[in-house]
């Protein structure tokens, strides 16, 4: 191809006074079906290759407890222990979703939260409980659980004392991931700590002063915290949406900016779009999906 | 159209995508929110790119269609990234 043709790929036409073959609405819009195609490849690999795309994860029991008793001991609450029976709930609240294979409260069976820690013969007076999915670190756990009204108000409750943490390894809807069970609690015979105030109650909480009944009765299993290895992942889902579609998107700002500084040294007065609300626009694309594909999902 | 007015439009263009990109950001943790926000962005873009061009009587099919196609892929950007977090 002669470099001539080349170039109005990428430049302007001075001539025909139109965007570079790059930039015109269709070229933008087979880029659109691009972006689906690939979407629609990302969701069909799990079926085709379960466990083959994973969320990257390195977190940990101990560093989930350290920074969760560094929020209470900002809001003036004391700190929660660890407790071997709400470890184990969490544990089997994991693995039940990944059995499942649901991402809730609730489980489609209609077994709640609490079902695992009665299960567990945890006798507790208050019971919460906090789910995390699709996370790198433990720290990035907490804090969105911080910066959530109904999630804070667990995570900072006077109320509970004991606390209980799963990290899970497993393949959820086909992506493998890592999934975080927080489960606090309080026995009825625990001291009381100080109340939290200014909390909405929204929580996925529930003080309990009614009798439970306790639906299964499996042996208690006096479980440690489980320390799960780091997931090394073989095609990481974060990092490769993030560079693909940033890299889009920066290629077209690019071409949009040569389209500016091109017209503008060559004078060619063309009738079309202003290049530079465009640009601007994908800069406050490129932003939002620079910030919001970080940390994953909570609930 | 004078420079002052232009920039009028601009200012108008701005504050729109501003509000579009904190509000997905906010609400980083509800994806229909975030699609919501997504949405209503592109079509704030796509609406502000046609009625500029209405006001600077450069308007025309093809003018419009690169607006609604640029919107289009915005929008199918943060749809991907949203789905896929």
Known sequence: MPVKHLKHHILPHPIH???ATLLQSKAVLFYSLTLL??????????????GVLSYASNITVSDLLRYTNVKRSEAGVGELTIDAKLTAAAQKKAEDMFKKNYWAHVAPDGTDP???????DYDYLYAGENLAKN?????????????????????????YTDVGFATVNGVLDGYETTLVVQMFG?????????????VDKSAVTRPVDTPVTIVENEPVEKTAPIARPPMSPRVDVHTTTKTFLLSFAALIFTLFALDMWYSKKHAILKFTGHSFAHMLFL???????????GPGRII | MDKSAHLYHYLVLIFGLLSS??????????PTYQMLGAFAGCVFY?????????????????????????????????????SLI
């Open chain 2, 46 to 82: 796509s609406g502000w790119g046609i009625i500029h061009g209405l006001l600077e009587q450069r308007l025309n099919r093809h003018v419009a269609f690169e607006y609604i196609s640029l919107s289009l892929f915005v929008f199918a950007m943060l749809f991907v990234s949203i």
């Open chain 1, 283 to 293: 800069i406050f694309a490129i932003s939002a999906v620079f910030f919001s594909l």
């Open chain 1, 17 to 19: 006074k139109k965007r």
């Open chain 1, 135 to 159: 996370f790198g670190g433990s720290r990035d756990v907490i804090e969105a659980w911080y910066k959530s009204p109904s999630h804070r108000e667990n995570l900072i409750n006077g109320k």
């Open chain 1, 37 to 50: 195609t690939f979407f629609t490849f990302f969701k069909q690999i799990p079926s085709v290759l379960p």
């Open chain 1, 186 to 198: 309080r026995t009825r015979s625990a001291p009381a700590q100080v109340a939290v105030k200014g």
């Open chain 1, 114 to 120: 609490w079902s695992f820690i009665v299960g567990q």
């Open chain 2, 21 to 30: 990109f904190f509000f997905f950001l906010y609400f980083r943790q509800n």
